[in-house]
């Protein structure tokens, strides 16, 4: 089953969560509406796109797992994407569209993008999840092999797994820390009655919000909508399971089929919602966006210690990850790399960005906003994400006003804030050995 639908996201999309631009170059600004079953409709046409998203929102995923349900989210998740069929696909890719599915530890979603003349298509789509037939121990089973098969062939990069690694020595004991690995298909013990209790609680009406984003017409959209899904039964409201205080972040090791060694470092860090997010975004932009940024300088210009650097910033619902990474060649001193990348990271506690370096990283993040949310898709996802994660979909809106106002004694606050040893995780991804497995 080679579908892009299998692709789980792990963890929110794109590194810019709550992302927006000005309005002209992707429009963001939304109407919500609650239907009587609880429903919320988030409306975000944009007479200028070529194609409609609408997907489906559910507060629920891997957190929600108790130890015996390892593995329940994600296969509930698949088997109600699939909906009993072969290729659940088939009806919008003959209609020249697509779907996918997110499975997080924070949220669930399905989607459909297809041609403005098809958004019914769309809706039907996802109005067959709510009510998808029962599962069968053979589709169960079936189910299982395949995820079992994915893991044993996957296709993520060396960085990716780096990141998904930096994840579990971050949040250690923590649903986060499962972030871009690839889940697990989950214990035999798993019955088919497991998955429908499951759906009953999770995948309701009255806890689901449901994203329109593209060409359409508003007041003839959410009229499609209502006919649709307003009659459906509110159902049990989901809840977000509270979660475990993480762990003290740790030290890992692990081997890429590379010459070069990765060097991560990462801290944990502030929720979506976290007013200081936007600092965040920022603070990862000036440390490693690019050559100029302050880890291309020091690791790779000035001490020859790396080949590039990077950072990123990557928030959810209750925390968020800020990594620095480093490609070292063979035959570099190890703990002179990390000793100059903490260094050079937590340097903006002691004298923060020049004018001229915030400016820079402001205007990186506004381009790579608007660069991310170029199709309906992608402002789909932001609206989605802004909801459950930010808690209001006018979140994704504000954001852009909010990176604006951080200033050079933001960088350095919340900096000190979130770079302290407690918070901090390191991993380092070795060569494997000539001829050896990883």
């Known amino acids: 089953m080679k579908r892009p639908w299998n692709r789980l996201v792990p ?60 593995g329940l989210a994600v296969l509930a998740a698949r088997l109600t994407f699939r909906n009993g069929a072969d290729d659940p696909l088939a009806a919008l890719t003959a209609a020249g569209g697509t779907g996918g599915l997110t499975a997080t530890p924070d949220y669930t979603s399905f989607s459909a993008t297809v041609p403005v003349e098809s958004l019914d298509l ?130 890992l090791t692990d081997r890429i089929d590379s010459p070069a060694r990765l060097c ?31 880890l291309g300088r020091s690791l ?13 910033f990557v928030p959810q619902r209750d925390g968020s990850l800020l990594w620095a990474l480093a490609v070292v060649p063979p035959g570099v001193d190890s703990a002179a790399v990390e000793r100059t990348l903490v260094d050079a990271a937590m340097g903006v506690t002691r004298d923060g960005p020049e004018a001229f370096e915030l400016e820079r990283a402001r205007r990186q993040v506004v381009a790579s906003s608007a660069f991310a949310l170029q199709t309906s898709r992608q402002r789909s996802q932001a609206l989605g994400e802004a909801e459950l994660l930010g808690g209001d979909a006018s979140v994704a809106a504000r954001r852009l006003a909010a990176l604006d106002r951080v200033t050079r004694d933001d960088l350095r606050r919340v900096a000190a804030r979130v770079m302290t040893a407690s918070n901090r995780a390191t991993v380092w991804m070795l060569a494997a050995p000539a001829g050896g497995a990883r």
């Open 11 to 70: 963890g929110p999309a794109l590194l810019l969560v709550l992302c927006t631009v000005s309005a002209a170059a992707a429009p963001l600004d939304a109407t919500r509406v609650t239907l009587a079953n609880g429903l919320r409709v988030v409306l975000a046409p944009d007479p200028n796109a070529l194609s409609v998203d609408a997907a489906l929102w559910f507060p629920s995923g891997t957190r929600n797992e108790r130890p015996p349900q390892a």
């Open 122 to 251: 769309a809706l039907d789509f996802l109005g067959q999840r709510l009510a998808a037939p029962p599962v069968t121990p053979a589709a169960l089973a079936a189910e299982r092999a395949a995820m079992r098969a994915e893991r044993g062939r996957s296709e993520r990069t060396p960085v990716t797994r780096s990141l998904a690694k930096l994840w579990s020595a971050a949040w250690p004991g923590h649903p986060y820390a499962q972030t871009g690995g690839s889940p697990a298909a989950g214990s035999d013990a798993l019955k088919p009655l497991d998955v429908e209790a499951w759906r009953r609680a999770r995948f309701a009406p009255g806890s689901a919000v449901l994203t329109l984003a593209g060409a359409f017409d508003p007041e003839s959209a959410l009229a499609h909508v209502r006919a649709r899904f307003e009659g459906r039964p509110r159902g049990t409201t989901a809840t977000l399971a509270a979660l475990p205080a993480p762990r003290g972040a740790t030290r």
């Open 264 to 294: 991560l470092i990462g801290w944990r860090g502030p929720g979506a919602a976290d007013a200081d997010a936007p600092a965040c975004e920022l603070l990862a932009a000036w440390l490693g966006g690019g050559p100029e940024a302050k």
């Open 300 to 312: 790779v210009r000035d001490w020859q210690l790396a080949v590039t650097a990077q950072a990123g």
